[in-house]
């Protein structure tokens, strides 16, 4: 029982090991994927076989001619028109819905009022979006992964609970039973249900669907508040309780004016959406935000930050404004600027991360497993 | 051959398994250990035995009897009479060398000028410290299990590589293998040698031999520059290009005082040596590492920050000032003070923290290897 249990992680991982070589280098024939893998012919062979039936893996119709000598070859890249990701935010005041191919691209979006704030309430209207997206799904005969949930507070993913999510009132919730429960209420086909925070999951949407798998990536989330999802070594940091990222309450002014948390001259006071009422005011955060970007990279050495966020897109000319600070403090002291780029899903990022939170973990079976939904 | 070698690091992945749940819990028996590790009673007897041939581990002289029923069991710990590990920092004026034991206990230190910065003199500073080194440990019959080198610098420990340390005036420096070459020229016996920068030794120093294995740990050096080593995930994390930790360089006031880099308001501008020199200036002082302390609790949520450095020693009022203005911080915001306590090995931080990395090394056995020296 055990060495069978074994075996099977032991062919997940194999699984998870060619699927991550394909995602990260388009056309790659079973060969070379024997060769970068280290796995056998035979053993990428069979693996391939299955993922192409479970509509992983695509393949070219015909095989095509190697540039070396030898027999000719088929391609292999992901599946992007079979099986989709559902990702789900639920911010203060709405409810996103996003549909994404494997490779991120948003094929359907909805987004509503948040009805109310109470859990089950929220619950009843996530399944109820759900529900009518899987009917849609089944239609067009494509196949869901998995569904990815994603909201503004402090979660444990592997537990599934909402510790404390204060802006919608909710503490140490397990969310993700209530929500499994909905879902079987509702007819909901069985699948894989992940959770996490918001600004986290936005960072691992940019890490896996923004096109550079960068790591360590930093996304800076610009809103009412402002904070951070980090990844680094492959996976999502969140710190010893959970408050890794907490950037808006880093000091860029000592003895500087009343932040809301109490304390002076947080980031937040100059750089969240309250500061940003006036065209002085969006100068002004710009230039904060190049120093709390400055800050990040002192401290991170990330390869990339990404900025996005409500406030970016109400103030279109904020990330360039702070870049500009940024490169600047780097030029004096001559080094190299980090690279800052704008967020790739705009409003919808923390929902498109929602969905590739699924993917993440699924190509990581080694990560804390997800719970599974089943109707039995 | 490649099965051999597979089998090989299978074997080394389960001794540095049971090593490990050695230290973190004395007086495991076999059996205990069996449990935890989920390998076999007569795969565990097999490996312990040679941990104890080989003398990292020791074993009680007489069985005793356990709580439960049954068979009484023999205590394991680390052996920590017989093995040992010297750690050398070359700092910017001095040579410091230190051997200890497997549980970070020092044995000998050593501490002499920095004759001539020059690599090659250096090397050969520290190969005719570490020549005599041996002579005494072979006189006492101690076996050494590998040398670490740490120094103030940018540093490639997987390729053995000086990248850039300034104070020195060393850049783009093969280091490991000019050590290598010194050592075999003086006849040293063949040994591991490791090299990192040193704050980020110190970091490890801490994180291995501090008592607590607290993950994640943040080792904040206060010197002329302040720097920090960083473990996360037990493993150190030095950012994409090397320059995570570079905390002295993060901005804590904007537009404040011009800094050497060139910058305002850089956190070393208020809590640099230079800025220490009056009673006022470590009560200042402390005030900002305060704020830093806030800050780096606030990006990372680490389990431990340490605080060392030498001005930590010549002005010992620095920490609790910085502690109490820190925890004013976290009181003020209603949130829970980080842990944050003094290093526990004072002007040796550095050099006890290269030793730890011999250590660290060896209980990881799928870190990137560190070179092995041999006379052949």
């Known amino acids: 029982m055990k060495a069978t249990g074994d075996l099977q992680l032991l062919k997940r991982i194999n699984r998870s090991v060619l699927l991550r070589l394909i995602r990260s280098q388009p056309d790659l024939s079973r060969a070379r994927l024997a060769a970068l893998s280290g796995l056998t012919k035979s053993t990428v062979s069979a693996l391939v076989r299955e993922l192409l039936d479970e509509h992983w893996l695509s393949e070219a119709a015909a095989p095509v001619a190697t540039q070396a000598m030898g027999r000719p070859s088929t391609p292999l890249n992901m599946d992007t028109s079979k099986r989709v990701l559902i990702g789900i935010e639920i911010a203060v005041d709405c409810v996103r819905l996003v549909c994404v191919a494997l490779d991120g691209a948003i094929l359907t979006q909805t987004e509503e009022p948040l009805r109310d704030p109470c859990p089950a309430s929220a619950c009843q209207q996530v399944g109820a979006l759900v529900r009518l997206l899987c009917q849609q799904l089944d239609e067009k005969k494509l196949l869901l992964s ?177 870049r500009t600070h940024q490169h600047a403090y780097a030029q004096v002291a001559g080094l190299q600027s980090p690279q800052v780029r704008a967020a790739r899903f705009g409003v919808q990022a923390a929902a498109v991360g929602a969905a590739a939170l699924v993917l993440h973990q699924f190509l990581r079976p080694l990560l804390k497993e997800a719970k599974h939904v089943s109707r039995n």
Chains 1, 2 share one sequence.
């Not at 949930?149 to 404390?164: I, K, N, S, Y």
């Not at 109490?262 to 100059?270: H, N, Q």
Request: glycine residues 16%; charged residues 15%; proline residues 4%.
């Open 146 to 322: 998995g569904v990815g949930v994603c909201l503004p507070g402090a979660v444990d993913g592997a537990l599934g609970l909402v510790r404390l999510a204060p802006n919608l009132g909710w503490r140490d919730l397990p969310f993700m039973a209530m929500l499994e429960a909905e879902f079987a209420k509702l007819g909901i086909p069985a699948a894989h249900i992940h959770l996490q925070n918001d600004a986290d999951a936005a960072a691992l949407g940019e890490y896996e669907f923004g096109g550079s798998g960068d790591d360590s990536l930093i996304f800076v989330n610009c809103d009412v508040g402002v904070g951070a999802g980090i990844v680094l070594n492959d996976r999502l940091f969140t710190g010893f309780l959970g408050t890794a990222g907490e950037i808006g309450h880093s000091i860029l002014q000592v003895e500087g004016p009343l932040c809301s948390c109490g304390r002076k001259g947080c980031a937040e006071v100059f750089i969240g959406a309250r500061a940003l009422g006036t065209a002085q005011g969006v100068a002004q955060s710009g230039r904060y935000l190049g120093v709390l970007l400055q800050n990040l990279d002192a401290m991170f050495n990330p390869h990339v930050i990404v900025v996005g966020g409500r406030s970016c897109i109400e103030h279109p000319c904020l990330i360039e404004a702070a």
